[in-house]
């Protein structure tokens, strides 16, 4: 059978079970895409597996055609490291939610980036938990009023991206779920990293945190509220690039400036940089865009390998768990 014969369809990664979130909720358009890019990218079901904790998101695991654990409260960094080292040859992917991995799972996720685990862990974000009906979460704004802040949170909310950048990461992206384009190429880059590759996906809730993304995913205000990335391209935004990010040396921030009028003042993107990148994930509106894409990305070794190379007993792979533990040291007791 020829290769083209052999290629999937986003269909052969859709499983026949009923989908089971609110109608019109950002999660249905992220699935879609992602059964896309899977496609794309000639992904095997044989050889891919969703790893999730708790949460609206969790449910993914359910309607990919691949292999799937739904597991516990914010420890899905924790098991998918278990199963990569277990397994270093399948595409481990690992999708979590705002309140699942920065709340109770903070502390997995942030050792998952920094170890360099080859995972792809998708964190959607729609600044509250939905399934457990409302709460405020980690990502909240202040102000944002729920069952459990009903005068207003006061918390000073948690940057997905800087998160990950500060935990280091090698690898961080952004993407809006309903953009099929930008999330398709976010996904593809991600799953060609060789490393942990942290993509934090802005997810409308329809139901508890409806258009709190309104200010720059509307279509009419898209052009001036996004910034889209791309390695070695001018940092331009706005009606036919009309507007440019600059470097303000004075107050060691980014400003907007006029692409045309002021060209050499206008950035070029260099996703190797780390200072820029936190620039970039820094950025608020309304003075400026939010930055999409590929913001991050610099290689190094991944855990996996450093994990095969040093560990001290060298474990054989064995099909029995009482062969396995007898394969470490052990203690006599007397």
């Keep these: 059978m020829s290769a083209a014969a052999d290629r999937l369809t986003a269909k052969d990664f859709t499983t026949g079970q009923e989908v089971r979130w609110c109608p019109g909720c950002g999660d249905y358009a992220i699935l879609k895409s992602m059964t896309r890019a899977l496609a794309d990218v000639g992904a095997r079901p044989e050889r891919t597996v969703f790893v999730s904790g708790i949460g609206c998101s969790s449910r993914f695991p359910y309607y990919l055609e691949t292999y799937g654990f739904h597991t516990i409260h914010g420890r899905a960094p924790a098991i998918a490291t278990g199963l990569k080292l277990a397994q270093p040859d399948l595409d481990v992917w690992v999708v979590t939610g705002d309140g699942d991995g920065l709340s109770i799972g903070g502390n997995h996720l942030m050792h998952a980036l920094r170890r360099n685990v080859g995972l792809k862990i998708l964190l959607f974000n729609n600044e509250v938990y939905g399934l457990t009906k409302g709460q405020y979460s980690p990502t909240s704004r202040p102000g944002t009023r729920t069952p459990s802040t009903p005068g207003g949170s006061f918390d000073a909310p948690v940057s997905p991206g800087l998160f990950a950048l500060g935990a280091g990461a090698r690898f961080i992206a952004r993407a809006i779920d309903v953009d099929k384009t930008g999330l398709g190429g976010v996904l593809e880059a991600a799953h060609a990293f060789d490393g942990a590759a942290f993509v934090e996906i802005f997810q409308n809730c329809i139901v508890y945190n409806d258009d709190v993304f309104g200010a720059f995913t509307a279509k009419e205000r898209a052009a001036d509220a996004q910034l ?107």
């Design 228 to 334: 889209h990335v791309e390695h070695g391209k001018p940092l331009v935004f706005g009606e036919d690039g009309s507007k440019g990010i600059a470097f303000d040396p004075r107050t060691f921030s980014l400003r907007v400036v006029d692409a045309r009028e002021r060209p050499d003042d206008v950035l070029v993107h260099d996703e190797t940089n780390a200072t820029l990148a936190q620039l970039l994930l820094s950025m608020r509106m309304p003075e400026l865009p939010v930055a999409l894409g590929v913001v991050y990305r610099n290689p190094a070794e991944r855990f996996e390998k450093q994990f095969y190379a040093n560990h001290p007993t060298q474990l054989k792979r064995t099909a029995k768990v009482a062969d396995a533990l007898r394969q470490t040291s052990t203690w006599r007791v007397r």
